[in-house]
């Protein structure tokens, strides 16, 4: 018997290599030295910081990629994995510099897995980072044919003096909330049991998603939110906090940038609701407190900033094509989230 018996194939390894080695070259910026395909990856520090700080973020993509499988569509996820990363870097005033991916699976299926590796490429120039390396694990009878797992790691840096952690958050600082394109990468344990209970087959089209098909919808990819959000650092808007809204959606993500004794307190009128949370809600009979714990609501990302550039804020980002709305402001408080409507 040899590896390939065994369900490895080590050559068809080699060529997926080299076969995704000029995507990932397309993606190098300064600071990247070295080839492609070594045993490590290496970076430069760049020139300029007086007191450099490395900010560093993993994550990966949930049962979305079940979606993926299920509609044979694996070009989005790739971004999904990127934006995961990357916005949380981002929170703490930080460039990203540089990802790195791990890509798992039972069989090697070199179509599908170039489709992933495009998206992480697409991921990685939308965010302005190098991707320096990854690792691609063929484990037969670890997945189901035609399955794939990803992890996504990231590495950015921040002059300390700029490094938001909380401590410049104040009462009375505004919430900017910047759009989402809709669910991102969280809730689709839920948002697939929804859809398997109810029989909702994932090309059908509901009339509130406008002619889109529910799979279609649903794989839209996580929104990047790094070269608007450092444009509008370095444009000099005084921007205190800043949260991705993952997981939890905004009553778990949005304070964790307050500084101590303070909370949150948000108009959940403030923004538009997005079709596919209406559809959603109403298929699952999903209540609202649940909808807010689940999902983002159609904010992916929050800015705390001073009350005198809030304005300035949201027709800033307007004309980046990306919207946003003044949805909140800091109270006094013990770290809570207070929805109002």
Not at 25 to 45: A, D, E, I, N, Q
Not at 111 to 124: R, S
Not at 273 to 302: C, R, S
Request: charged share 20%; glycine share 14%; with cysteine.
């Amino acid at each position: 018997m040899d590896y390939r018996e065994a369900g490895v194939d080590v050559e068809a390894g080699r060529a997926f290599v080299d076969r995704i080695g000029s995507m990932v070259k397309s993606t190098h910026r300064s600071g990247v030295l070295g080839g492609f395909g070594g045993f490590s990856g290496f970076f430069s520090v760049p020139e300029g910081l007086k007191e450099p700080i490395m900010v560093s973020g993993t994550d990966g993509v949930g049962t979305k990629l079940k979606l993926a499988h299920n509609l044979d569509r694996h070009d989005t996820v790739g971004i999904d994995l990127v934006a995961m990363c990357v916005n949380d870097v981002l929170t703490s005033g930080a460039e990203p510099l540089f990802f790195l991916d791990y890509l798992a699976t039972g069989k090697l299926n070199p179509e599908q897995l170039a489709a992933v590796v495009a998206g992480i490429v697409d991921g990685c120039k939308q965010a302005g980072c190098a991707l320096l390396g990854g690792e691609t694990a063929e484990m037969p009878g670890f997945y189901q044919a035609g399955e794939y797992d990803l992890a996504g790691f990231c590495v950015g840096i921040v002059e300390k003096s700029k490094l938001l952690d909380g401590s410049r958050v104040t009462v009375g600082d505004v919430a900017i909330g910047l759009a989402s394109s809709g669910v991102h990468s969280n809730g689709f344990s839920l948002v697939r049991k929804i859809a398997g209970d109810l029989g909702f087959d994932w090309h059908s089209q509901p009339e509130k998603l406008g002619g889109k098909s529910l799979g279609e919808v649903l794989l839209t990819p996580t929104t990047i939110y790094v070269k608007p959000v450092l444009e509008a650092l370095k444009s000099g808007l005084d921007i205190h906090g800043m949260a991705h809204i993952t997981g939890g959606g905004l009553p778990e993500n949005l304070p964790r940038c307050l500084a101590a004794h303070q909370s949150i307190k948000i108009d959940t009128n403030s923004w538009p609701n997005l079709p596919i949370f209406e559809w959603i809600a109403e298929a699952g009979q999903v209540a609202t407190v649940d909808m807010f714990h689940t999902f983002n609501m159609g904010i992916g990302f929050v800015l705390l900033m001073s009350q005198r550039d809030a304005k300035q804020a949201v027709k800033w980002f307007a004309s980046q094509n990306l919207p946003a709305f003044e949805i909140g402001q800091v109270i006094d408080g013990e770290g809570q989230l207070v929805m109002a409507d």
